[in-house]
């Protein structure tokens, strides 16, 4: 890809049209687009809220620890709400790269919450024009959460 094809890539929108041939051909739901973005928000809310700061968690078993720690307990939190995320890996390994580059690496704090909560606005809002860029990661998320998450309900 030359770089005026992923200027394009990244800065044109999708026609409505072509964002429902993808959502369709992909079988993305509404109401699981609206779940996933639920998990991540969760998510975020816990992993900022919970952290003591740089100071206190810096070494990388430190960081790994609180990270697990918080997506071991949003987990359990969908769990008793019948809920269930199983074979979570690959789940487990997108966000915790995405916290280290976008939370953890950083010093500066501030207005994080809001900057974490983007990639499920932006990814998961059904009706938000998207770019191909922006598709492409909304299904590779979708993706991850449908592998992990368990049809049968708790007993």
């Not at 509404?30 to 003591?52: A, M, P, R």
């Amino acid at each position: 890809m030359n770089s005026a094809e992923f200027i394009k890539y990244i800065t044109n929108p999708l026609t409505k049209e072509e964002m429902q041939l993808l959502y369709k051909a992909n079988n993305v739901n509404y109401d699981k687009c609206k779940l996933y973005s639920d998990f991540i928000l969760t998510l975020n809310k816990l992993v900022t809220e919970t952290f003591l700061g740089s100071d206190v968690i810096h070494a990388s078993e430190d960081i790994k620890s609180h990270f697990m720690w918080c997506i071991e307990k949003v987990i359990k939190n969908f769990k008793e709400e019948n809920i269930i995320f199983d074979k979570t890996e690959d789940l487990k390994e997108y966000f915790f790269n995405f916290y280290m580059e976008l939370f953890y690496k950083f010093n500066d704090k501030e207005d994080i919450l809001e900057k974490l909560n983007k990639l499920a606005i932006y990814s998961f809002d059904h009706l938000r024009i998207k770019t191909r860029s922006d598709m492409d990661v909304l299904l590779e998320l979708y993706r991850l959460f449908e592998k992990s998450l368990n049809f049968k309900l708790k007993t």
